[in-house]
């Protein structure tokens, strides 16, 4: 370890890490960013393939209207592109007929308006349901989609939290989003592989011990995902077992993608969309040739995406060219091939894709990003409306730095 003694500590280089480490730069104290894998991004993936630039993580710049990436992006060259998402479209009614889908997105309707009117007592989204509704299914592989969860694990109250937020604006980067998170760390010190294992204070400062030595830090800003809190793969002081009991009710829902690469890439029109079987929780949502590219990316969320992850990657292809060529026939889908795919829930060091609130436990996240005055959490799971976006996690990390800087600040001129 080049710096075993810093003023502060950054624990993980994902989006909140950048963007508190993005905060602190030329703030005049030694930073230093730890991050167990090999990479900048977290759940920001850009994984290139034949030339191919595919995000297996975030891929849209969501409420892109105040979404803070959008700028950085800008600023830094990146190309944003601000056409609409296919989403909600289904190729030629392909094995969902007008009348169904006016059908299905009623049911979705019905459902968020009885959220709003008359939430279930008991915060549980599932609750909402009519009984033996017809497209209940349909309104569960939504949630699996938006939130990686199904509605019994769903709270009412955090969703609608996020709900209320977001806009419909969804931008995306046809350099990838992981591109941009990775390429935005600023000039600090980082030691990657370098898992953070145990936080202990020591006197006025912390002590972080890795596989790799000692860090000492006047504060931290730990990053990490909630599932690392809650499992004690990150042990920190009892005086935060709050903080750890709360990332327990924010678990991280599941969504995976997989890209299938077309060998004839103008079988379908670019930039459309299928959903695979309507009538089903665990389908999943395809979108042929985003940026006209030669692929298939496929989207699994909630139950559906924990059941194929354990299967693997090309038991999942298998059920993407199923679905695939229920809709548009066994010769296209035989020609499918398998390029890349994420398993978020297997994944070292994640246990998810992003953060959702379980019934009654929505009043988590407000202790979970509690103010301290040493060590300081940050992550997407920390925002009261953004969870689940990587302007979400880019924000509290921001808002983490300048609660350390308020507080070295003080210590400072106590000296």
């Known amino acids: 370890m080049r710096m075993n003694r810093v ?60 979404n803070p990436w959008v700028a950085i992006a800008e600023a830094a060259g990146f190309t944003v592109d601000r056409s609409t998402a296919a989403w909600g479209q289904q190729l030629r009614d392909l094995g969902f007929p007008p009348a169904e889908q006016e059908a299905a997105n009623r049911a979705f309707a019905a ?30 592989a939504l949630s699996g989609y938006i939130n990686g969860a199904g509605l019994s694990d769903l709270s009412v109250a955090d969703y609608l939290a996020y709900d209320d937020a977001a806009s419909d604006a969804n931008w995306r980067l046809p350099a990838g989003y992981g591109t941009l998170v990775a390429s935005q760390l600023p000039p600090v010190p980082i030691a990657l592989g370098t898992a953070v294992r145990r936080i202990r204070e020591d006197g006025s400062g912390l002590v972080l011990e890795t596989p790799r030595g000692e860090v000492r830090a006047r504060a931290a800003i730990v ?10 793969d990150l042990r920190l002081p009892e005086r935060y077992d709050d903080r750890c009991h709360a990332a327990a009710q924010l678990p991280l829902g599941l969504a995976n993608k997989l890209f299938l690469r077309l060998e004839d890439a103008e079988a379908v029109p670019p930039e459309s969309h299928l959903l695979g079987n309507p009538r089903s929780a665990e389908t999943g ?27 693997g990657p090309d038991a999942t292809a298998a059920f993407a060219r199923e679905e695939l060529g229920a809709l548009l026939g066994a010769r296209f889908a035989r020609a499918l091939r398998l390029v890349a795919a ?29 103010p301290d005055d040493r060590l300081f959490l ?9 969870f689940s976006t ?11 730095a300048e609660a350390v800087l308020a507080v070295l600040g003080r210590a400072s001129s106590r000296r």
């Open 223 to 232: 990053t990490v995902p909630t599932p690392v809190l809650a499992r004690g």
């Open 342 to 370: 994420s398993a978020w829930g297997q994944a070292d060091g994640f246990g998810g894709s992003y953060s959702h609130a379980l019934p009654g436990h929505a009043e988590a996240r407000a202790v979970l990003a509690a």
């Open 7 to 66: 003023d502060i500590a950054i624990v993980g280089a994902g989006a909140a890490g950048v963007g508190a480490a993005r905060r602190l730069q030329n703030c005049g104290l030694d930073v230093l960013v730890l991050e167990a894998s090999g990479r900048v991004g977290g759940r920001a993936w850009t994984h290139s393939v034949e030339g191919m630039p595919l995000d297996l993580g975030c891929g849209w710049l969501h409420s892109a209207e105040r």
């Open 111 to 140: 459902w968020d308006a009885r959220l709003r009117s008359a939430p279930p007592a008991n915060d549980r989204a599932a609750d909402a349901l009519p009984p033996d509704g017809p497209w209940n299914a349909y309104v569960e």
């Open 378 to 386: 940050a992550g997407e799971a920390c925002s009261r409306v953004d």
């Open 390 to 400: 990587a302007h979400g996690a880019l924000t509290t990390g921001k808002v983490a």
């Open 285 to 311: 949502s395809y979108y042929l040739r985003p940026f006209g590219r030669p692929v298939i990316e496929c989207f699994f969320g909630g139950s559906g995406a924990a059941a194929l992850e354990a299967e």
